[in-house]
C-alpha cells in the first residue's frame, strides 16, 4: 500500500498567516493527491484534485502543488473558517489511502 | 444536487455484523463509483471500499474477508456489511460519491454515522 506522511500533524497558526501544510508519499503517485478539510462532527470537504486543482467553490486563498511523492497546500492567508483537520489522499493505487491529518489550531 | 444519507443502527454487539445502508438522493446512482469511508472517534479517515454502479467491487485489504458492498439501482441505494465487529470497528462511517464517476477521490458526502460496538 501508498502510505501518505503529513507534517506537521499539529500547527496553531493566527489570522491572516500563511499556512503550508506538506504529504510525502512512500511512492512516487505522479499527481493523484487530493486535500480534503474536515471539521468537528462534519464529514470532508474536498478542496484540491489531482494536486492543483481548486473544488469548485473553494476559496482562491487554498492552493496545491507538487507531483511524484511530494505535496502541499498552502493558504495564503488563514481565515477564522479555516481552522480544521486537513487530509491529504492518494487516489494512484487501487488500494486507497489517507494522511494522518494536519490539525490547525488557533494560537 | 445529489444528497446521501447513512442509516442503520448505532449499536452492534461485538462478533455480529454491522449493516449500513447510504440512500442517494437527487441524482442516480449509475455512471458512478460509491464509496464507504470510516473515521474512529479522534482518529484519521480509512477507506473502506467502492462498488460501482454496475456491481464491480474494491476493498481494503486490511478489511477484505469482512466487508461487503452491494448496490441496488432500482432503490437508489448501496450498503455496507461488515461482519464479525470488534470493539476497533466503531467509528463514524460516511458513504461518498465519486467526484467523476471514476476517479476515486469524493466531492459528495453523507453526514456520517457513528456506529459503537459493544455488548
Known amino acids: 500500500d501508498i502510505q501518505l506522511t503529513q507534517s506537521p500533524s499539529f500547527m496553531s497558526a493566527s489570522v491572516g498567516d500563511r499556512v503550508i501544510i506538506t504529504c510525502r508519499a512512500s511512492?512516487?503517485?505522479?499527481?493523484?493527491l487530493n486535500w480534503y478539510q474536515q471539521k468537528p462532527g462534519k464529514a470532508p470537504k474536498l478542496l484540491i484534485y489531482a494536486a492543483s486543482n481548486l473544488q469548485t467553490g473553494v476559496p482562491s486563498r487554498f492552493s496545491g502543488s507538487g507531483s511524484g511523492t511530494d505535496f502541499t497546500v498552502t493558504i495564503s492567508s488563514l481565515q477564522p473558517e479555516d481552522f480544521a483537520t486537513y487530509y491529504c489522499q492518494q487516489s494512484y493505487s487501487n488500494f486507497l489511502t489517507f494522511g494522518q491529518g494536519t490539525k490547525v489550531e488557533m494560537k | 444536487q445529489v444528497q446521501l444519507q447513512e442509516s442503520g443502527p448505532g449499536l452492534v454487539r461485538p462478533s455480529e455484523t454491522l449493516s449500513l445502508t447510504c440512500t442517494v438522493s437527487?441524482?442516480?446512482?449509475?455512471?458512478?463509483?460509491w464509496t464507504w469511508i470510516r473515521q474512529p472517534p479522534g482518529k484519521g479517515l480509512e477507506w473502506i471500499g467502492y462498488?460501482?454502479?454496475?456491481?464491480?467491487?474494491n476493498y481494503n485489504p486490511s478489511l477484505e474477508g469482512r466487508v461487503t458492498i452491494s448496490v441496488d439501482t432500482s432503490r437508489n441505494h448501496f450498503s455496507l456489511n461488515l461482519r464479525s465487529v470488534t470493539p476497533a470497528d466503531t467509528a463514524t462511517y460516511f458513504c461518498?460519491?465519486?467526484?467523476?464517476?471514476?476517479?476515486?477521490?469524493?466531492?459528495?458526502w453523507g453526514q456520517g454515522i457513528l456506529v459503537t460496538v459493544s455488548s
Open positions: 437527487g441524482g442516480s446512482i449509475k455512471n458512478y463509483y
Open positions: 462498488i460501482y454502479y454496475s456491481g464491480d467491487t
Open positions: 461518498a460519491r465519486d467526484k467523476d464517476g471514476y476517479s476515486f477521490l469524493w466531492d459528495s
Open positions: 511512492r512516487g503517485i505522479s499527481s493523484y
